[in-house]
Each structure stands twice: as structure tokens, then as C-alpha cells.
């Protein structure tokens, strides 16, 4: 047969230990694409070196497009019939679908119970002092519960592996098989007041243990078990491993009833009668039924290989992206060894970009809550334990990266306290160099001297120092905080009992200060005149145009504050802005977005954030694949505030996994001349000296 691209890729998904070289020769001399691979099975070395060669060369051979890690080349331009509407679907994306119509409203409805009942850890749920209803917001949470448990039982038989059970807290019944149902409750029943029973700080305390403890131990459980179900022979050989064993036991019985040792007993006759079978024939029907479940298998996941993936620049692009985020090799032997977890993973798009589409979404299936006391399962076989489906698959990607030195943890809830806790005690008074009078914290005599700061590590280069083409953008966090008097929690323990007002500026006012100094600073580096793109983000993105020295202020009038902390909503747009602009290098998918080209500009981005972002993990997901964009980010912070500290300790372990994000904190009273000066280094990508920063921070001179 002549091979195509369409039967190399085919080829591929029953071989993926081969290459398209060895597809191709494969292919050549066989009358089928299913002859073509059992003759790469019997002799996978049947063709030298030299003759897949030869015959990658000779004539013309669709094999040109093969990627490796360095190369960086897309097909052209991807166009689509206007309209286009994916078509696949399987249990995952139908159970997705089903659950975000009410996801984001129960999240909401949640949040607001907890204020109400001033309940300001987001991790605990409301309880009442009393089980018999009246009506009040808690028990109307409850009840809504009640009613989306037939979501709830829809979503757990789409994700679960084979042999778990579904569970749920609405039956707390002595019948029902919720592990979490003996966990302490952080209430203490022997005290309530007007906002009904009161938490313990030290229940709450062992709660969080019993938890903890609770899911490491479920999650080892279920981990082995779906190891333990994977099939024991290749599901890609067309089963010729189990048609072997089964010959090979098969002739072992014919050679024991030769030779005479396998006599049958007086009782032969009467298990006969009974239909009992001997250990041999249980083995041969285990073998048939792991041959059967081997075929279906396979079969489940080329169909969704192809739902998914249905033209071969689609699959380029999928695996362009395997390579770029370092999971190729993973991913690759999961499918060939690991063929359950593949399937499950496969369904829920753990292999390929994420969807433009989602960003603008109020919830996606990267915004579902993972609730293992109450049911809500993630994705992945060790899922507990994780706030969300986003988290989860940000951690799987992290531990299963090529080059990954040991397992990265998501520290759990009293580790990451205790450890923003050590960060925030390591702060020390800013270098005096850097004071400077028209400060914000100065000007507005919110109180005396600056807050002590965790100084940044030492800077290093990553990323190549900024050329003449690089396009640098500003996107900055517009939400309701922004604009908040900035607030500390009071801890009792691990329990936040309230908050206290910091004395410091207002995060927006800082922000600007330190937008104007960046903007001048690189005016005078790069002499822009025309200023730097500026998108703000909430719950939606607004492009703000160029700023510069001289329409600062009038832009910065134009802002409104107020709405969530999207950043996903402001990401894409700045992405479509950037390629906007260097379209002709690009190329644009339907589902997957732009996608850059050897010669696309690399872009710089400086993003401003006072909190967690609600998809900051999707975010950090999509950079993790990305290698013409290099973001700074600047953390603002309350003084004295753990999370805060938490935070900025989640984006130091992003940073030392991806070298195309780097950020800077700060916190309280801010030394915004120190920040710029490491904000620079980080942005331009080289050490800026004190005496180059002293030249760049002067204000620029406009002409008319």
C-alpha cells in the first residue's frame, strides 16, 4: 500500500514505540495497515537504518512534519468551516457540561453562607446546631445539595475507575459508605450563639488531621488498585501475547493428559455434574476475558484518539504540545503499559491544549471543586485532597514531566500555613538605597517607614535578554480588592476568627505607582514613545490601549474596580492582541487558539495581581506549554498576611519548574523603587545595575 499521513498516525496509534520512518517502510510492503503492524511486532529491526532512510528521502513521502523537541514549525493556517462545533462527546465531557449549569452557583451560594455565619476558612462547611429544618440559609444550602445529587452520581460514574463506589454526605445514615463521614467536625455542639454552633480552633485542628491522614491513605488505596487492573499482557499486540499463553496452556493440558498425571479423580464426574471448573479452565477463561476486555479497550481508545484528534494537523498540534509542556515520553508509555489511566485521562483532555473557549466561561471543567468529604471527585486516581480539577491536573502535569527529580506534592492545608508563616518571619527591613520620598506609602501617611519584605532570591537568566522585537504588554488585576481597604485575617491556630485593618495604601494606588515607574523605565530602555499595551481584568477583560508618561492618568481614570479575579479572561486577550499584531508568523485553531511560529515575537509580560487568582492554575497550566512568552509577576500584599505568604510561596514552586514565569512580592508599605529594580531585571532579562536603573527610572523627556 502507499502510505499517507492519515496511515502513518493510524499506524502510530497501534505502534506508538515506533517512528514515522518505520511507519512508512512498514506500511510499504504490506497490503493492510493491520498486516503492516503485526510485521513490526514479529520484527520491529525487519529495516536497517539505511533503508528507512532512504526511504524518508526518495519520492515524496508524507513524513516531513515529524517534531522533535526543538522544532518549533506549525502547518499553515488551520481554517474550519464558520460555525464549527466539535462534535465528539464521551461520559467526561457530557457529565462536564451537565454539572458547570449550576457549578459556579453553588460555589457562590457556598461563599455566601460562610459570610453570613462568619465562616471565613473556605475549606468548612456550614453545620446547624439542630437537623430539623427551618429554613434558614444553611439548611437552604443543604437542600440545594440534596437536590444535585443526581449530578453529583452523574459525574462520579463518569470519572471513577473500575471498582470504586460513589459516595456522598447527603445520607449520614450508619448504611452509607462515605469514609469521611467519622471525621471530627471542627464544631463544638456544646456552645452556639446567635450564628449558630460555634468552631473550635483545636477540633478544627484535628479535623484537618484526620483528613489529611485520611486522604494519603485513600489515595495510596486507589492508586494501586487501578495498577493492579491494568492488563498484564500489551493491548496493542492484536492479542497475540494472550493467544500464546492460552496455546502454551492449552498444550499443557493435552501434554498432561498424555503422559498420565493428569488421571482424573472419582469426583471428576460429579464436578462435571456441577459445572465446576478445574484451575486450568478458570485460567484459559480469565485469559479469553482479558483478551475481550484488551479488544475493547483498544478499541474505546482509538475511537477517542479520533473523536478527539480527527485530522493529522490537529494530532501536530496535540503533540507539539506533549513535547513543549516535557510530557511526550509520559505519555506515551501510560497508553502502551498503562492503558486504563490513558483512557481516563484521554477523556478528560489531560494530553492536549486547553480550549480557548473555557476562559470566558463562568465554569469550565478546570473550575470544578473537588470535595472529598462530600463526594465531588477530581479526575485522577489520587484526586483527594486537591481544591479543584484545575489544581489536580496542574500537579499530575508537574509530576509527570520528563526530567521530574522526585513527586511535587501540593503541600496540605497546615503545611502551607505553617510554611507562608516561615516565610513571612524571614522578612527584613528593604535596602536603604532604594527610599524614596514620593512613595505612595509616603505621600498618603498611611504610617511611618516601610514594611519589612522577603527579599527575592538572586536573579538568574533564563530566558534570552530582551531584543528590539520582543512586544511587552501590561495586564493588571482590576478586581473589587483592588479598591478594598486592605485587610489581615485573625488566626486562632489554622482558624481564622476575623480580619484587622492594615495601615497601607489601597493595592490600586500602589499598582499605578508602580506601572508609571515601569512604563518609564522602559521608555527610556527601549525609547517607545508610543507607550505599552494595557488590559485589565475582573470577571470580564477590557484593552486599555498604550500608556505612557504623558496619558497615565487620563487612562488610568478610564479604569473601574470591582468584580473577581479572572485572569484567564485577560490572558486571552492579551493573546489575541499580541498575534494580532504578528498574525503572519502564527497560526490560528478553532478549539486550541493561536499557536506561534519560528518567527513569532516574543512576548513580555508584566501582570499585577493583590491575590489568587480563581483560575490561577489554568493559567499557570497554559505557560507551562509556551515558549515565545516570558510573564514577570508582581504580588501585592497586606502586611503580616499569611496568605499572602502562601501565594507567594505557590509561585516560587511555579517558577522553579517553568523558567518562563518569575515573579516579585511585596507587602504593606512597599518600596516601589526596590520592586521596579527587580521587576526590570526579571522582565528584560538580564542583571540591570543600580547605576543603568538610576538612568532608566528618570522620567522620560516627550517631544511634541
Known amino acids: 500500500m502507499i502510505p499517507s499521513e492519515s496511515t502513518i498516525a493510524e499506524f502510530l496509534a497501534f505502534a506508538p514505540e515506533a517512528d514515522e520512518g518505520k511507519a512508512f517502510v512498514f506500511l510499504e510492503g504490506s497490503e ?62 457530557h457529565a462536564a457540561l451537565v454539572r458547570a449549569r449550576d457549578e459556579q452557583e453553588m460555589q457562590t451560594l457556598l461563599q455566601q453562607v460562610q459570610i453570613n455565619n462568619r465562616i471565613y476558612n473556605s475549606d468548612i462547611e456550614p453545620e ?157 477463561q480469565r485469559l479469553a476475558n482479558e483478551k475481550t476486555h484488551a479488544a475493547e479497550l483498544r478499541t474505546a481508545i482509538l475511537r477517542e484518539e479520533e473523536g478527539r484528534w480527527p485530522d493529522p494537523t490537529w494530532r501536530h498540534i496535540v503533540v507539539a504540545y506533549q513535547e513543549k509542556v516535557g510530557m511526550r515520553q509520559k505519555i506515551s508509555g ?30 469550565n471543567p478546570l473550575k ?80 511611618d517607614g516601610y514594611s519589612k519584605q522577603v527579599m527575592p532570591p538572586p536573579f538568574r537568566a533564563y530566558d534570552a535578554p530582551e531584543v528590539a522585537s520582543d512586544d511587552t504588554m501590561i495586564l493588571l488585576d482590576v478586581s473589587g480588592s483592588m479598591d478594598f481597604t486592605p485587610m489581615r485575617p485573625n488566626y486562632d491556630g489554622y482558624l481564622i476568627t476575623g480580619y484587622s485593618r492594615s495601615t497601607q495604601p489601597k493595592n490600586k494606588d500602589v499598582a499605578k505607582a508602580i506601572v508609571r515607574r515601569f512604563t518609564d523605565a522602559m521608555i527610556n530602555h527601549d525609547r517607545n514613545r508610543g507607550g505599552y499595551e494595557l488590559v485589565t481584568f475582573s470577571s470580564h477583560a477590557t484593552p486599555m490601549g498604550y500608556i505612557h508618561h504623558t496619558n497615565l492618568e487620563t487612562q488610568w481614570n478610564n479604569i473601574r474596580f470591582g468584580g473577581g479575579t479572572r485572569v484567564m479572561t485577560g490572558w486571552q486577550m492579551v493573546k489575541e492582541l499580541h498575534f494580532q499584531k504578528h498574525a503572519q508568523s502564527a497560526t490560528h485553531h478553532p478549539v486550541y487558539g493561536w499557536q506561534a511560529g519560528p518567527k513569532t515575537p516574543m512576548l513580555r509580560l508584566l501582570l499585577l495581581l493583590d491575590g489568587e487568582a480563581t483560575d490561577m492554575d489554568e493559567f499557570e497550566l497554559d505557560l507551562l506549554s509556551l515558549s515565545w512568552v516570558h510573564v514577570t509577576i508582581f504580588l501585592i500584599g497586606v502586611d503580616g498576611c499569611p496568605h499572602h505568604h502562601r501565594h507567594a510561596n505557590e509561585l516560587q514552586r511555579i517558577s522553579e519548574v517553568n523558567h518562563h514565569v518569575s515573579f516579585v512580592d511585596a507587602q504593606g508599605n512597599t518600596p516601589e523603587r526596590f520592586v521596579t529594580h527587580e521587576l526590570l531585571k526579571r522582565h528584560l532579562g538580564y542583571d540591570v545595575s543600580m547605576a543603568e536603573f538610576e538612568r532608566l527610572e528618570l522620567p522620560p523627556a516627550y517631544e511634541e
Request: with cysteine.
Open 368 to 447: 470544578f471543586s473537588i470535595e472529598a468529604a462530600s463526594g465531588w471527585r477530581g479526575i485522577t486516581p489520587a484526586w483527594r485532597g486537591y481544591e479543584d480539577t484545575a489544581e489536580e491536573r496542574l500537579y499530575w502535569v508537574l509530576n509527570h514531566r520528563e526530567g521530574s527529580a522526585a513527586a511535587r506534592m501540593k503541600p496540605d492545608l497546615i503545611s502551607a500555613l505553617d510554611m507562608a508563616r516561615r516565610r513571612m518571619a524571614s522578612a527584613v527591613e528593604p535596602p536603604p538605597a532604594y527610599f524614596s520620598a514620593d512613595d505612595t506609602c509616603h505621600l498618603q501617611h498611611t504610617s
Open 32 to 93: 493492510s495497515i493491520q498486516a503492516a503492524v503485526e510485521s513490526f511486532y514479529a520484527d520491529p529491526d525487519k529495516y536497517s537504518n539505511a533503508q528507512i532512510a532512504d526511504a524518508k528521502t526518495s519520492g515524496e513521502k508524507p513524513i516531513d512534519k515529524k517534531i522533535d523537541g526543538n522544532n518549533d514549525v506549525l502547518p499553515p493556517a488551520y481554517t474550519l468551516p464558520a460555525g464549527y462545533v466539535p462534535s465528539h462527546t464521551n461520559p467526561v465531557i
Open 128 to 284: 446547624h446546631e439542630v437537623d430539623i429544618y427551618c429554613n434558614c440559609d444553611i439548611h437552604q444550602y443543604q437542600r440545594r445539595k440534596w437536590t444535585r445529587l443526581g449530578v453529583q452520581n452523574l459525574w462520579s460514574s463518569a470519572v471513577m475507575y473500575p471498582g470504586e463506589k460513589a459516595y456522598s454526605d447527603c445520607d449520614r445514615s450508619v448504611f452509607a459508605s462515605n469514609p469521611y463521614m467519622y471525621i471530627p467536625s471542627p464544631f463544638s455542639r456544646q456552645y452556639t450563639g446567635m450564628f449558630g454552633p460555634r468552631i473550635s480552633p483545636q477540633m478544627y485542628a484535628t479535623s484537618i488531621h484526620s483528613t489529611i491522614s485520611l486522604n494519603a491513605r485513600l489515595n495510596a488505596e486507589a492508586q494501586n488498585a487501578v495498577n493492579s487492573r491494568e492488563p498484564k499482557h500489551s493491548i496493542w499486540d492484536g492479542g497475540a501475547a494472550l493467544e500464546s499463553a492460552m496455546a502454551e496452556l492449552t498444550l499443557a493440558q493435552e501434554r498432561q493428559k498424555r503422559s498420565g498425571s493428569g488421571k482424573p479423580s472419582k469426583l471428576a464426574g460429579l464436578k462435571r455434574a456441577l459445572s465446576i471448573r478445574t484451575p486450568e479452565e478458570k485460567e484459559l
Open 334 to 363: 501510560l497508553r502502551l503499559n498503562q492503558p486504563i489511566q490513558y483512557l481516563h485521562l484521554l477523556r478528560a483532555g489531560y494530553f492536549e491544549p486547553i480550549p480557548v473557549a473555557w476562559a470566558n466561561l463562568v465554569s
